[in-house]
């Protein structure tokens, strides 16, 4: 697939008119935070680039942010693919890590031309075909998850969305991710702008779905029109040319539960739906 035909169907995402927590670049979400070692029980250590090295210490001096992204991407997956996401079921036994941010970040209100989405395109044999189809994912980042509740809530908030295409690059629908579990729709269900899928982001949880609602449980995921029209094909970018892509800890920081603990990154899950 070209990058013309990847920029022709990247999403318009509608964002809700209350939102307050807006689409983020991470390279900006790496510049205004410390990167941390978990330890736990007070004895996490900062990355100082002063002295190039770990230092057991809370402090917010200048020399534990803006951490260079050679040094965090340095912090992969393990070779036994477990990750370094503290409070992940998947981590690994020996040094989870986190990128934290002082506070929580808004992000920006006019993310148009201005903040990148990733495209991933992957191949894959699916429900639609005994062959293999085009999986072409949109992964967007936000600073903040300010959802329904606080045991959900959460700094930095990788979302995407997945359209998969016939071997003829005939569209069959797209999967919506929204807190997990992406749920397929198909072609006939979405609204389009031209060939942009149009894509509502709930409020404050940025989950995704095809129309205006209350979504969720109890429907605490509401989308609405009215708001912001972020038109992403204006600034897309390659997720396998991000030099942070390889990072394995935490986007955000750490929670007293895995639901309030930063994600993992996209490049983790890019074989997910």
């Not at 934290?100 to 075909?129: A, C, E, M, W």
């Not at 994912?137 to 990788?158: E, L, M, T």
């Amino acid at each position: 697939m070209t990058e013309k035909f990847i920029l022709r169907h990247a999403p318009e995402i509608r964002i809700h008119p209350e939102e307050k927590y807006y689409p983020m670049d991470p390279m900006e979400f790496i510049q205004t935070s410390r990167f941390r070692h978990h330890i736990g029980s007070k004895n996490d250590r900062g990355w100082n680039k002063k002295e190039g090295e770990w230092i057991r210490s809370n402090s917010h001096a200048l020399s534990y942010y803006d951490i260079p992204v050679s040094i965090i991407s340095s912090y992969r997956l393990h070779d036994n693919g477990k990750n370094r996401r503290p409070r992940d079921k998947n981590r690994g036994k020996k040094f989870n890590v986190f990128i934290q941010p002082k506070n929580n970040p808004i992000g920006t209100h006019d993310p148009t031309r201005t903040i990148p989405v990733f495209y991933y395109l992957k191949k894959k044999i699916t429900r639609f075909s005994k062959r293999s189809c085009y999986l072409l994912s949109y992964w967007f980042f936000y600073g903040y998850n300010d959802g329904w509740g606080k045991r959900s809530n959460h700094q930095g908030d990788w979302e995407h969305i997945t359209l998969v295409f016939s071997r003829r690059k005939k569209l069959h629908g797209i999967y919506m991710a929204a807190h997990g579990k992406p749920t397929f729709y198909n072609k006939n269900e979405i609204k389009f702008n031209h060939s942009h899928p149009i894509i509502y982001s709930a409020k404050g949880s940025h989950a995704s779905y095809n129309e205006v609602g209350d979504f969720h449980t109890i429907g605490v995921d509401k989308t609405s029109d009215g708001g912001y029209k972020w038109k992403t094909w204006l600034h897309c970018l390659a997720l396998n040319k991000q030099e942070w892509r390889h990072f394995a800890g935490a986007w955000g920081e750490v929670g007293t539960a895995r639901s309030t603990t930063g994600p993992l990154g996209p490049w983790q899950k890019r074989r997910r739906v």
